[in-house]
């Protein structure tokens, strides 16, 4: 890497207090145009964060074989998603982006090659919940891609790789679902919040306990947790964001909860913050 890359990042990265981290439950993308519990405790949050310098996000809709991050300096929100009013195709979240952030987080991670690309931008998954965190769009964002090739255990570990990034200023998010199915969707009752199916309930729960006692194995081992589990998370795109953040806990840290409802009876909006207790 040449020296004046190497100055740009010392420069936008250099120490500062632990960062926390989120995970954050995005849900039904409707959310980003509406006025609602779930946006309500974003906004809620994003009002007790110290502003970041950047913000590093892995999102459940950004799917690769490889790992990769964006590198450019104006990323484009994507809208993908179909079927929904034209208010929502509209809206534009038009954050910087932040190539130094990108290469930082290449350099950091040393078990695996990281990618960067400018082939991607800020997809529904981060925009649409990062907006009520950070309204302004004044904060650099970076998403980082799921490989969808890696079992669970590889996402909690690269999640812990990043630690580093928490003492440059830099906010780390996952966002996706914890209890996330699509198919079993009751949506005449997506209205309805706390309405869920009793494994939702089950899973939801155990959920919750594990998170609580700093139990992150059977969070991994998430597949051989039995079948409340196997409904709550059919496909692991949404379930593994909360891996990342929950592999960058440190011994002294607690978990908070907010936004826990599930909606249309197999979905779930819990969001995880992390810091110092």
Known sequence: MKLDSLRQITDAFGPTERMP???LGHGNPMNAIENNSFTQGFESMGNKLPKPRAILCVSAHWETKGTFVTAMEHPETIHDFGGFPQALFDVQYPAPGSPELARETQELVKTVPIGLTREWGLDHGCWTVVK???????????????????????HYEL????????RKGV???????????????AWDKMKTSGYGYDWAITANEKIKGYLADGNHR???????????????????EHYLPLLYTLGLQEKDEKVTL????????????????IDKA
Do not use: C, W
């Open 132 to 154: 009520f965190l950070f309204p302004n769009a004044d904060v650099p964002i970076v998403e980082m891609s799921i490989d969808y090739t890696k079992p669970a255990a590889y």
């Open 258 to 273: 907010f936004n826990d409802a599930l909606i249309g009876g197999s979905l779930n909006m819990l969001s995880v913050k």
């Open 171 to 185: 906010l780390i998010i996952g966002s996706g679902n914890t209890v996330h199915n699509l198919r079993m969707v």
């Open 218 to 236: 059977p969070l991994i081992d998430y597949d051989k947790q039995g079948k409340e589990f196997q409904m709550a998370i059919p496909t692991p």
């Open 159 to 166: 999640g812990k790789q990043l630690s580093a990034l928490r």
């Open 21 to 23: 981290v989120l995970f």
